[in-house]
């Protein structure tokens, strides 16, 4: 097997996440690299986007959250192997990814234009979203995203929802997410208290 190093930030969330989730369900081993915020900026410029995450595959160094999600997702027995639920399984991720994108631009942003910004997203586009989420689940059967099963779509949904939910967001309301899509809180729920999702935040916590 292929020797991976993922690297990202030092912290439980964010775009590199739903990946060392994966390869922790999946039991793949990987080295976990996180790079500290003050240790960022000397370390941009040996990633081939100035970004992370990237994946490190024996020596070829990979980059794109999704397209890293899709690789640990296929080596961790998280990914649809049939093209339809492997299309609405991407189709979650980058929808995900987009409006998490728009939530991360507002955060260097001044004051003012953080709250106006972030005050039109969540009476907009992130309801819309939210609201969106909610109805692909159900259509989905109400469980996971796609498959019928546990995939990387609902490991990315679990991470953004997590997120708004946390209270981290000034001017997004933490209850946005109940109020306006409650299934998506059951599905966090139900993500959360997967015995290997759970049983990894228990030796997070404890390290
Ligand atoms: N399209 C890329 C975006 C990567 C990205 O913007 N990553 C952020 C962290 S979540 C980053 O590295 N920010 C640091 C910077 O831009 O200086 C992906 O999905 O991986």
């Known amino acids: 097997m292929a020797k991976l190093k993922l690297t990202y ?3 439980d969330g964010g775009r590199g996440e739903p990946a060392r989730l994966a390869l922790y369900i999946g039991g ?7 790079i500290a915020g003050k240790d960022w900026p000397a370390f941009r410029s040996k990633t081939p986007f100035f970004a992370m995450p990237t994946v490190e595959v024996d020596s070829q160094v990979v980059t794109q959250s ?13 990914y649809p192997k049939g093209d339809l639920q492997a299309l609405l399984c991407d189709e979650i991720m980058d929808a995900a990814e987009d409006i998490g994108t728009r939530i991360g631009q507002t955060i260097d942003l001044p004051d003012d234009a953080k709250r106006k910004t972030r005050e039109e997203l969540a009476a907009g586009r992130l309801t819309r979203y939210l609201e969106q989420f909610q109805a692909k689940l159900q259509a989905a ?6 498959d019928g099963r546990l995939t990387v779509a609902d490991l990315k949904v679990f991470m953004l929802i997590r997120w708004l939910r946390s209270g981290a967001l000034d001017h997004i309301p ?13 599905h966090f729920e139900r ?3 997967h015995a290997k999702v759970a049983e990894y935040y228990r030796l ?4």
């Open 9 to 11: 930030f030092d912290f």
């Open 28 to 34: 793949i081993p990987f080295e976990d690299q996180r």
């Open 66 to 78: 999704n397209s890293i999600n899709r690789y640990a997702g296929k080596l961790a027995g998280l």
């Open 141 to 146: 059967g109400g469980e996971y995203f796609a």
């Open 174 to 186: 933490k209850e946005l997410v109940d109020r306006v899509a409650p299934q998506l809180v059951k």
């Open 191 to 193: 993500v959360a208290s």
């Open 204 to 207: 997070r916590k404890a390290a």
